[in-house]
């Protein structure tokens, strides 16, 4: 594989000082929740808004994501707040109404990432569009997989890619929900030097109290970002509840 030669995940405006900071609900939930949470963030600073449309979820019946209906509140957080948007695809055509849409970023979620079928798929679907696409490590610690999914993509064209580190499955979930592992997204830092990595604290820590702890980490660790799920009313949220924080919250953590 040739040298991947990337280019800058900075769309316009976006300030190059670490952390840059992505943030939003676990889940678009409604079109108030969402603009009440983007409204909040924005007042805060915050310029790249997440909300997962569609959400890939480990049994079934639990909240698998608003679906379409959702994505023209996230076309109304960029009209009224001027955020970015960004939210998760998992295949060709969550890719085609994201676009359609206008979601500035999209995000390939860890058991996404496992599957190469899928990540090709996505790949092609962007073949000739320019956007950033953030890819989180896969669940189980394989490096070499997370690093295939940024060469399926780079063989599409795309060009703005950034990593998201949210932490590996275990079996038994002591502190963690998901195992940091630090040395992986060290590694991938070290083979692929010009990538930006983001850390998740949200998925890796699965409860609130740890979120600031696993921030300090990950610049600690000179990493390049952070992807933070914020709720206006986390203990109401229909998706990773125990995880989120409020805007207020998440001001507090990053000041
Ligand atoms: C998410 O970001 O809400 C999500 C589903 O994350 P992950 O792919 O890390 O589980
Ligand atoms: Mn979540």
Known sequence: MEEMKLESILLPGIDPQRPIVIAGPCSAESEEQVLETAKNLASKGIKIFRAGIWKPRTKPGGFEGIGVIGLPWLKKVKEETGMYVATEVANKDHVFEALKAGVDILWIGARTTVNPFAVQEIADALRGVDIPVLV??????????????????????????GAI????????????RNLPLWH??????????????????????????????????????SL???????????????SDAAQQITPDVLDYVLN
């Open 184 to 221: 992986i997204p060290i590694e991938l830092r070290r083979r692929m030097p010009n990538l930006p990595i983001f850390c998740d604290p949200s998925h890796i820590g699965g409860k609130r109290e740890l979120i600031a702890p696993l921030c300090q980490q990950a610049m600690d660790l």
């Open 136 to 161: 989180k490590n896969p669940v189980n610690p394989d490096l070499e997989l997370w690093i295939g999914a940024f060469q399926r993509l780079y063989g599409a064209g795309i060009k703005r890619l």
């Open 165 to 176: 580190h949210r932490g590996f499955s275990s079996y038994d979930k002591k502190i963690y």
């Open 224 to 238: 390049d970002g952070l992807m933070i799920e914020s709720h206006c009313n986390p203990d109401a949220a229909w």
